[in-house]
């Protein structure tokens, strides 16, 4: 893969400033549609080889094109596979996960930027602690825990263990200080209760943070792989990337089938893909929101 | 972080861990240690299958479900993507399914620990299986599970291509040597020779043909390191060498079989699973099945051979032994022969099965000198050590790859 | 579903207010406090505390994945899991250390140039005078987003013996390599091609922690080689996204001061952008770091450690002696390991950027570390 030309290209010493200006420009220019393939064409490549025959996909890769077109890999995905089943439990997951996260995240987040409850700077120092934690290396005492407490191979396993996060906890707490503090005590002056202030007064002010931890949380959970493997084993639970897996590593018999593959990847990338094309300035925020606070 | 916020931090931990403590110690483990309950009347049975394919999966399907209706009971059949991983977590939730496949090669961990239930004794008529696979799944002197089948190793060589490259049926090798020649013709023309799995479980065969093995006849030293092995792994080192001979992942295949199939090799090395296999996935395919070429000291092959094994844990262990015993008996192994390809693990009905399958006879014949696999416990990193070396046998030193098994078996029996 | 029962805590306080003097709220606080964050610290304790000390008991064990851990039958073996991986010599230190082989080269090639090649992208798309360069940092950033099994799926099929890389490298008249089915180094096939076939016997004789000196330099396998140009190809768009925040914040006056002064544009990046970004690269090289020792998905996906171990990350080794070995108490104690490279690399991480930005308020991104990056 193209990885090794790392700097715009260097350009002529010295010479007509507008000359300089406009090689400047192509050659920018060139490195973004280099890249921009680079980027791009692997997507481009999945689409058209999912439309392929399989001595086409094996004998064209590099061909968008389909020759001759055909939906045979998608007809086998439906008719052959449990896409439709890991399609519906990835739905379910996600959208609760989603849910889940977005309220407990906010709650815990108000609660430590705004309540006065002891304990408070330690649990805020936990929070920040355990978004060191990675997940991968406890893949084997989660799944130990999940056994412990019986929700080991059910829906509740696969969601409840995700249904809050540091990360989020975080995001939120930061947005809810940037809250002033006035619109809060008004409320409270009338009367509301805690929650009621939380609910109805602060949580709607907090509309772009929710709908960044919202993004984050759908993308998530939805390309969430390893708490799927420890999680549960029953086929008729698995969610899109475990059986997407399943699928690719699948032993004897089932062959290479790169059309099929590739179309269930690419069913399995379209929601997140397309939530990217309509809140693309959240997922930005998302990716790097303290950068421009700092 | 400053160190007292960390301090902070660790102690807002220990406290939630404190919290969370007593919740967690609710249920969830089955740690009776004695048998688990037994319950009689009509059983929901539980059954994980490592399928070949479709054709066996819908085959154990149709057989399961035959027995459930006449039977009274319910039969689910679930084809594992990852056989030996589902039921690693399956067994350590303490929830296995009641009646799961076991490899021949993994049966002494199974056992070993605990988890499988030694019903030999309640099956009818155990005499009736062969004995090289009844001591493949006996442990401590006890029978613990009915063998469900067994395949041997053979040569597939397509038809088709074999003429296109100008041989003929006098050209069929039967020895090393002439397996040489032939590969030579067939990559004059431009074409792939052999598709050879890179595992134990067909680079071992030619071990066997040279008179060595990897472990001794009862199974308990590992004999790898011998100069009939080395020469056997030099030789195949020669084939892969030389482009006669290619792995699956090089011909971008899953498999040998799909290799074959998709004709990017002439011949290929692989057991009686590869007639369903084919069936399936490329009809069209012409190819016929020879025995394996001799080495220098005869003929060999491998054998493998699967059982129905029944969990400890099982609540229906009655019910999972009947069940058991209708999947073994001679007419429905005949029908899952028909179904999938493999071959009957009940003599009484090895002369029905020749007489049905008559092109498969190399691969009976071969039950006379195959070798089973190595059926000790705790060997299974040791063996994927082997497979490490023998996926990179191409540019490796065969001598080290065996005695670097030798050493690690000797480790994992003697530890 | 136990949503329900963990919701119940966080509704109570919806209730009508009960009391409005000055205490009456401190207390109700204290309490609201206490029942806003109780869903999460449930959910963060037993799903990720708790686990950690399970981890830790359980790598002190032989359990063999038979019934619970947690009972006096369990054999304790005290430090044996960790004595096979760094001192007994034997298969479970070579298979460790070939793990932890392969993951160093990972790092090593992985970090240097998905920083380099975010900085690169983020320079360009920074640039005042192209137009267009929001569709372009979306096309760069859109790999990160996506899902690494798919993804993986996708390169699984780019980097077939026949597919699409290969063919490419054919345009250019080059040979590809058998991706996933050489075992072979790179450092080895070079020197191949140079004619030097066989390893010198210097180094294949002995060496360190059970591998010989050959093994620990020969360098990534291009079955590896190509898991590593995925994880450029899929992070590399979010920490361009790092960068270009940083970029943005690089006062234009002070580069215009310095076109002035007649710098050089190399000069004026290597003098004046580079020591103003330097907390971005901070951050970017040691996410990078702390990401690259999880790599697990696409190895789960991709090769499953083959050609011959060389794509066995820790993390996959770990994983694999466990649910497939049934060795809990050596899985456990390898994810131990791992987590201990990673939590140090994430304290040396916060001391660095504590050290660095001083005063500044907590930045919570730092943390988060883009998967298997």
Redesign the interface.
């Known amino acids: 893969m193209a990885v090794l030309t790392d700097r715009p290209a260097p350009v002529a010493r010295r010479g007509d400033r507008g000359v300089r200006a406009r090689v400047n420009r192509v050659l920018g220019y060139a490195v973004l549609i280099f890249f921009g393939l680079v980027f791009l064409y692997p997507f481009v490549i999945q689409l058209g080889n999912s439309l392929k025959t399989e001595p086409d996909a094996a004998a064209n890769p590099l061909s968008p094109f389909p020759d001759p077109l055909t939906l045979a890999g998608f007809d086998r995905i439906f008719s052959g596979t449990n896409f439709p089943l890991w399609l519906g439990n990835s739905l379910l997951v996600t959208v609760l996960v989603t849910l889940g996260r977005v309220f407990f995240d906010s709650l815990a987040g108000y609660a430590l930027a705004r309540l006065r409850f002891r304990g408070r700077a330690g649990l805020f120092a936990a929070v920040i602690a355990v978004m060191a934690v990675p997940g991968v290396v406890l893949l084997i005492p989660k799944f130990l825990v999940l056994k412990q407490i019986g929700l080991y191979d059910s829906y509740a396993g696969l969601i409840v263990p995700l249904l809050a996060d540091a990360a989020g906890v975080f995001i939120m707490k930061q947005f809810f200080e940037s809250i002033p503090v006035s619109v809060e005590e008004a409320a409270r002056i009338d009367g509301a209760g805690v929650f009621r202030t939380f609910w109805s007064v602060v949580l709607p002010m907090a509309r772009p943070a929710l709908i960044t931890l919202t993004i984050l949380s759908f993308q998530g959970s939805w390309n969430e792989f390893p708490h799927s493997l420890v999680s549960v084993q029953d086929p008729d639970l698995f969610t899109l990337p475990r059986g997407l897996a399943d699928l690719v590593s699948g032993s004897l018999g089932k062959g290479t089938q790169y059309p099929l593959k590739l179309g269930a990847a690419l069913l399995a990338t379209i929601p997140v893909a397309v939530l990217f094309v309509i809140f693309q300035r959240y997922f930005v925020r998302g990716a790097n929101e303290g950068a421009d606070k700092g | 972080?400053?160190p007292r916020?960390?301090t902070?931090?660790?102690?807002?931990?220990v406290a939630?861990?404190a919290?969370?403590?007593s919740?967690?110690?609710?249920?969830?483990?089955?740690?009776s240690?004695g048998d688990t309950k037994q319950s009689s009347g009509p059983a929901s049975l539980q059954i994980l299958i490592?399928?070949?394919?479709?054709a066996e999966t819908k085959a154990v399907q149709e057989a399961a479900a035959k027995w459930a209706s006449s039977s009274g009971n319910t039969a689910t059949v679930?084809p594992a993507?990852?056989l030996?991983?589902?039921l690693?977590?399956?067994?350590?939730?303490?929830?296995p399914p009641d009646v799961f496949y076991v490899d021949a090669s993994r049966f002494a961990?199974f056992a070993s620990?605990?988890?499988l239930e030694p019903y030999g004794d309640k099956v009818s008529n155990t005499d009736d299986f062969y004995e090289s696979l009844r001591t493949a799944f006996t442990y401590d002197g006890k029978l613990y599970c009915a063998p469900k089948d067994f395949s041997t190793l053979a040569l597939q060589i397509n038809t088709d291509l074999w003429t296109k490259a100008g041989l003929t049926d006098a050209d069929v090798p039967t020895t090393w040597d002439q397996l040489t020649a032939v590969s030579q013709k067939i990559k004059a023309k431009g074409q792939v020779a052999l598709a050879l799995g890179?595992t134990r479980d067909r680079i071992g065969a030619f071990l066997v043909q040279n008179g060595g093995w990897l472990m001794s006849k009862d199974g308990k030293q590992p004999t790898a390191d011998t100069p009939e092995n080395l020469q056997a792994l030099q030789y195949v080192k020669s084939l892969l060498t030389n482009g006669y001979a290619k792995?699956p992942?090089?011909?971008?295949?899953?498999?040998s079989?799909?290799a074959f199939g998709k004709g990017k090799a002439v011949m290929t090395i692989e057991g009686n699973?590869i007639k369903g296999?084919l069936q399936?996935?490329f009809p069209n395919v012409k190819y016929k099945v020879v025995p394996l070429p001799a080495g220098p000291k005869g003929q060999g092959t491998l054998s493998f051979t699967q059982c129905w094994g029944i969990a400890a844990k099982s609540k229906y262990k009655e019910q999972a032994i009947k069940f058991v015993e209708a999947m073994t008996a001679g007419e429905q192994q005949i029908a899952f022969a028909k179904a999938f390809g493999v071959m009957p693990s009940r003599q009484s009905v090895s002369g029905q099965y020749t007489s049905a399958f008559p092109a498969d006879k190399p691969f009976i014949d071969g039950a006379a000198y195959a070798q089973g696999p190595v059926n000790a416990p705790k060997m299974?990193?040791?063996l994927r050590?082997l497979e490490?070396?023998l996926?990179?046998l191409a540019?490796?030193d065969p001598k080290t790859i065996l005695a670097n098994f030798d050493k690690?078996a000797k480790?994992?029996l003697g530890g | 579903m136990a949503t329900d029962t963990l919701a119940a805590p966080g509704t109570t306080p919806a209730g009508p207010p009960r009391r409005r003097s000055g205490g009456g709220i401190r207390s109700n606080e204290n309490l609201a406090g206490w029942l806003f964050v109780a869903p999460v610290i449930v959910i963060l304790g037993l799903f990720l505390l708790l686990p950690i000390l399970m981890a830790l008991w359980v790598s002190l064990t032989d359990w063999n994945g038979q019934g619970s851990p947690f009972t006096g039958d369990v054999p304790f073996v005290g430090g044996d899991n960790y004595a096979q991986l760094f001192t007994d010599d034997g298969l479970a230190r070579r298979d460790f250390m070939t793990a932890i082989r392969n993951n160093i080269y990972y790092v090593g090639i992985v970090v240097p140039v998905q920083t380099a090649l975010a900085l690169g992208l983020a320079l360009v798309v920074n640039n005042r005078l192209l137009k267009g360069k929001g569709f372009f940092r979306s096309a760069f950033y859109f790999p990160s987003v996506t899902s690494s099994v798919a993804i993986s799926v996708v390169f699984l099929f780019l980097f077939a013996n026949s597919g699409a890389v290969n063919r490419l490298l054919a345009l250019f008249g080059l040979d590809g390599p058998e991706w996933f089915a050489d075992g072979r180094g790179v450092l080895h096939l070079l020197f191949g091609a140079l004619g030097m076939n066989e390893p010198p016997a210097a180094l294949t004789s002995g060496g360190p922690l059970g591998l010989t000196w050959w093994d620990w330099l020969s360098g990534p396998s291009v079955a590896m080689t190509s898991i590593i140009c995925l994880v450029i190809w899929t992070t590399s768009g979010t920490f361009m996204l790092m960068y270009l925040a940083a970029l943005q914040n690089v006062p234009v006056a002070l580069d215009e001061a310095s076109t002035l002064d007649g710098a050089s544009r190399w000069q004026r990046f290597r003098y004046v952008t580079l020591p103003l970004i330097k907390p971005t690269t901070f951050l970017v090289v040691t996410l990078g770091l702390i990401g690259s020792w999880q790599v697990f998905d696409q190895v789960y996906v991709m090769s499953q450690g083959d050609p011959a171990k060389t794509t066995l990350t820790p993390a996959y080794l770990s994983y694999r002696t466990a649910f497939r070995d049934f060795d809990y108490g050596s899985g456990a104690a390898i994810s131990f390991v791992l987590f201990l490279i990673i939590i140090l690399l994430t304290l040396f991480q916060r001391w660095l950027m504590a050290d660095r930005d001083g005063t500044r308020r907590g930045r919570w991104w730092r943390r988060r570390v883009p998967e298997g990056s």
Not at chain 2, 8 to 13: D, E, I, K, N, V
Not at chain 2, 50 to 54: E, L, N, Y
Not at chain 2, 249 to 255: H, M, S
């Open positions: 972080m400053t916020t960390f902070r931090a660790a102690l807002a931990g939630a861990v919290l969370l403590g919740a967690a110690c609710g249920s969830g483990f089955d740690d240690a490592g399928s070949s394919g479709d679930t993507q990852d030996t991983q589902q690693g977590q399956a067994l350590a939730g303490g929830t961990d620990v605990g988890a890179d792995f992942k090089q011909l971008d295949a899953g498999w079989g799909e699973w296999a399936n996935d299974d990193s040791v050590d490490a070396g996926q990179g540019t490796g690690n480790a994992a």
